[in-house]
């Protein structure tokens, strides 16, 4: 038996503002909200699916240290450098944590700071 990874959880001070970007960059839902405490997000077809939902907490202070998780993404529709302009004009931003340049990944920031990476395309193995 094995375990399979039901929900990611990324404290913040805006949890609806967020909801709504990762919402746009995943094409989420909201699932489940609680009075500005949390809002949680996830793929169309529900709880139970084999993508994780996030639940965006509530959180008054930053996290004093960087995070050591983050999330990287794939377009599904369209090219990197399209999609990259489109979560641009979503609202992330280019984030600097060393990278050459050489790199076929973009490092991002999303509206609150928390870092992600858009890769290339990935096709399923046959």
Known sequence: ????????????????????????VLDFVVLDREDGEMVEIGPREGFGGPQPTIILSYRDEPEKAKSRLHIDVNPTDRDQDAELERLLELGARPADVGQTGEEQWQVLADPEGNEFCLLRTRIAPV
């Open 1 to 24: 038996m094995a375990c399979r990874i039901g929900e990611l959880v990324l404290g913040c001070r805006d949890p609806e503002g967020l909801a709504r970007f990762w919402c746009e």
